[in-house]
């Protein structure tokens, strides 16, 4: 806030109309007023404050007892003030609550508050607030120091520098803020204050989450869970492997099975062979007539017809001597293939490849009763690296909060070292 024009009429020491003109500095941000012991310095000060606030710059002065004791009754008490703010110009007049002879009641107080931006010199400008209340209340706002704030920080009063200095924390913290722009930073820290109860509080849920997870997989820590883990995934890489080699065996097994079925079915082509072969054999009575019939025949024949049957008849009983040979063959491998097929059949039905059949069948029961263990035991890792890192997210948030608190309470500290 920078003054312009201070008019006073009736009012303080001045008995009549007095005006002070600030742009006669020309610009000049420090000056000094001075002048013998009750020639109104303080009232300029008095004058100031109470056009802005309706009170003076002084707790101990009320603002009723400043009409003039010298002034003519037909003389109005009021101080009209020009004051700049950033871009923007206004002007406040304000008369208080007085007494004169001529009236059996008192005078009521009045203020008026004009923005006078952009307007000429002769013009009052717009009317921002009429009334006492309502002309301070926009005051406040524009300047953003109630009374006492601005009495303390913009125009301390006489005797009262003690009392700025000795202020309480709160009072001293307002001052600061209203000063050094700080509320921002108060609010980041607030937020950060916030934000860093809502993590720990999420951090504690999340240990208990893990707790309870611990709980379940009856661990105590995290590294016994992990030791845990371990051991089930070795134990679940064992009975893989045992897997496998059942697997294997198994297959082998399957492969013995067809095998033996093969043999089977070869068996039983030796059996129809062998049953072909009895029955050329009942017929080799039937062939030794037929030669002896095909012997008499061609003796007692001359003709070629007779020659072409011998013939036929040689050659009908070497394709039966060639069928006869060729069954036997198939009735000798039949057989030996059935002894193969016996002996795997023997050797599968032992006692020992029942235990061993049994073993990997209890092996694969045990390694479906781990699959809903180690889908568990992942699920509570994975809440454990989200409990880790929402912890490590807290903290560092934590940390944040912490540096930036460090830093405005350095900043205010800077600031007291200065006021000091």
Request: aromatic fraction near 4%.
């Amino acid at each position: 806030m920078r003054p312009i024009r201070l008019e006073m009429c009736a009012f303080g020491p001045y008995a009549d109309q007095e005006m002070v003109d600030f742009r006669e500095l020309k610009g000049r941000s420090f000056f000094l007023i001075h002048g013998p012991t009750g020639s109104g310095k303080t009232a300029i000060l008095d004058a100031i404050c109470f056009a802005l606030y309706g009170k003076t710059s002084g707790a101990e002065r009320d603002p009723g007892d400043m009409r003039s004791h010298y002034a003519d009754d037909s003389a109005p008490t009021e101080v009209t003030l020009d004051f700049v703010v950033g871009q923007k110009e206004y002007r406040v007049k304000r008369s208080p609550s007085y007494e004169v002879s001529s009236r059996k009641t008192p005078i009521a107080p009045s203020a008026t508050l004009w923005d006078r931006t952009g307007a000429d010199q002769k013009s009052e400008g717009r009317v921002n607030a009429t009334g006492v209340r309502a002309v301070t209340a926009e005051i406040e706002g524009i300047l953003g120091f109630q009374a006492d704030q601005f009495r303390q920080v913009v125009l301390l009063p006489q005797g009262q520098f003690r009392e700025a200095l000795t202020a309480d924390s709160a009072e001293r913290r307002d001052i600061m803020e209203i000063l050094f722009q700080t509320k921002p930073y108060r609010q980041i820290e607030a937020a950060l204050k916030a934000e860093a109860e809502v993590l720990q509080d999420r951090l504690r849920q999340v240990g208990e989450r893990r707790d309870t997870l611990l709980g379940q997989a009856e661990a105590g820590s995290l590294e016994e869970l992990k030791e845990a883990y371990d051991l089930v995934c070795k134990k679940v890489a064992e009975a893989q492997e045992a897997e496998k080699a059942a697997k294997e065996k198994a297959r082998k097994a399957a492969e013995a099975l067809e095998e033996g079925k093969r043999t089977a079915e070869k068996l039983k082509e030796a059996e129809e062979a062998a049953a072909a072969l009895a029955q050329l054999k009942a017929r080799e009575n039937e062939v030794a007539a037929a030669r002896n019939e095909h012997d008499a025949a061609r003796r007692a024949l001359t003709c070629a017809g007779a020659e072409s049957l011998y013939i036929a008849a040689e050659e009908a009983a070497r394709k039966a001597n060639e069928a006869v040979e060729s069954a036997e063959r198939k009735l000798a491998e039949a057989r030996e293939h059935a002894r193969r097929a016996q002996r795997k059949l023997e050797e599968e039905e032992s006692p020992a490849r029942s235990k061993e059949r049994e073993r990997l069948v209890q092996a694969v029961i045990h390694l479906e009763s781990l699959k809903e263990k180690v889908v568990a035991i992942g699920e509570a890792r994975g809440e454990a690296k989200r409990a880790l890192l929402a912890a490590e997210s807290a903290a560092h948030g934590e940390r944040q909060a912490e540096e930036k608190k460090k830093a405005v309470v350095t900043n205010l500290e800077k600031v007291k070292s200065g006021l000091d």
